[in-house]
Nanobody
Framework: QVQLVESGGGLVQAGGSLRLSCAASTRTFSNYAMGWFRQAPGNEREFVAAISRFQRITRYADSVKGRFSIARDNAKNTLFLQMNNLKPEDTAVYYC??????????????????WGQGTQVTVSS
């Protein structure tokens, strides 16, 4: 019912920045809480950031606090992740996700209903 397409990944040196985008194909984008997750080879998928329907609440993993910022533009059906001061440990495939549960912003992947196919972020040291 909701298709999500990530873009903006690439190769960047440590200390650099990237801005990821997630385009949602839905007429009811504002009905969904949104989140970013990432997964490195051999690792479990981990929570990165989440945002409520109208940007009243944001949540970040401790590993990215102060460096990453999540935002959304409901008029354009787009979710963003601004990543600054990137570290090699940030290297992973980054996934956009949408949750039908609009009552709260969650870090649990199980609470998200729709997922994009990911965009690769590689940070060199």
């Amino acid at each position: 019912q909701v298709q999500l397409v990530e873009s903006g990944g690439g190769l960047v040196q440590a200390g650099g920045s990237l801005r990821l985008s997630c385009a949602a194909s839905t007429r009811t984008f504002s009905n969904y809480a949104m989140g970013w997750f990432r997964q490195a080879p051999g690792n479990e998928r981990e929570f990165v950031a989440a945002i409520s329907r109208f940007q009243r609440i944001t949540r970040y993993a401790d590993s990215v606090k102060g460096r990453f910022s999540i935002a959304r533009d409901n008029a354009k059906n787009t979710l963003f992740l601004q990543m600054n001061n990137l570290k090699p440990e940030d290297t992973a495939v980054y996934y956009c996700a949408a949750s039908q549960d609009s009552s709260a912003t969650t870090s649990s992947a199980a609470r998200y209903d729709y997922w994009g196919q990911g965009t690769q972020v590689t940070v060199s040291s």
